[in-house]
């Protein structure tokens, strides 16, 4: 199973919107609502920011938004802080057992 | 609030096998879920190894099947990795974490580093 696509940088101004895509597949993104994404800080584990396309754990701000059209699924952040800056990547079910993939990783700098 | 914690050793050597655990606090893992390991390479992005629930089975990422040992042991609510045959590029920071489809809770993560 191969690696969904993802930019590998993105950047915005404070205050600004950044969407990142997460290109995948009709066996991976485009079959399933089981995906999720996740933030990243040097040095710590990945955080979920989003789960099953468009859900939000409680404790995100609604700045994060997620939503799939077909094999791709994005990350909206909108009203750009400093503490966005992180690598962020996406997963997605595959199917069969309990198999899944992740994105490439894109790294979201806050100019 | 659950919580996963990985434990092992920091250093292996070449050809040898990597064993980590991954101990669970404020969830029973032999009543739901799938438990599983992710890795990340130095400054690479994030891999699916394993999963294994208690009574649903196993699954492991193909590249590395014949490689890979998941376990479980829910009497003291741990599971575990076992990785054979281990070369440098196998260096990497595991994290074990549940997996709700995909992961939701992960844990710190302990860094690996196969040297002689």
């Known amino acids: 199973q191969s690696a969904l696509t993802q930019p590998p940088s993105a950047s915005g101004s404070p205050g600004q919107s950044v969407t990142i895509s997460c290109t995948g597949t009709s066996s991976d993104v485009g079959s399933h609502n089981y995906v999720s994404w996740y933030q990243q800080y040097p040095g710590k584990a990945p955080k979920v920011m989003i789960y099953e396309v468009n859900k939000r754990p409680s404790g995100v701000p609604d700045r994060f938004s997620g939503s799939k059209s077909g094999n791709t699924a994005s990350l909206t952040v909108s009203g750009l802080q400093a503490e966005d800056e992180a690598d962020y990547y996406c997963s997605s079910y595959v199917g069969g057992g309990i198999e899944y993939v992740f994105g490439t990783g894109t790294k979201v700098t806050v100019l | 609030q659950v919580q996963l914690q990985e434990s092992g050793p920091g250093l292996v050597k070449p050809s040898e096998t990597l064993s980590l655990t991954c101990t669970v606090s404020?969830?029973?893992?032999?009543?739901?879920?799938?438990w599983g390991w992710v890795r990340q390479s130095p400054g690479k992005g994030l891999e699916w190894l394993a999963s294994i629930h208690h009574s649903r089975g196993i699954d492991y990422n193909a590249s590395l099947r014949s490689r890979l040992t998941i376990s479980i042991d829910t009497s003291k609510n741990q599971f575990f990795l076992k990785l054979t045959s281990v070369t440098a590029a196998d260096t990497a920071v595991y994290y074990c974490?549940?997996?709700?489809?995909?992961?939701?809770?992960w844990g710190q993560g302990t860094l690996v580093t196969v040297s002689s």
């Open positions: 974490v549940r997996d709700d489809w995909v992961p939701d809770y």
């Open positions: 404020g969830y029973y893992i032999g009543r739901a879920y799938f």
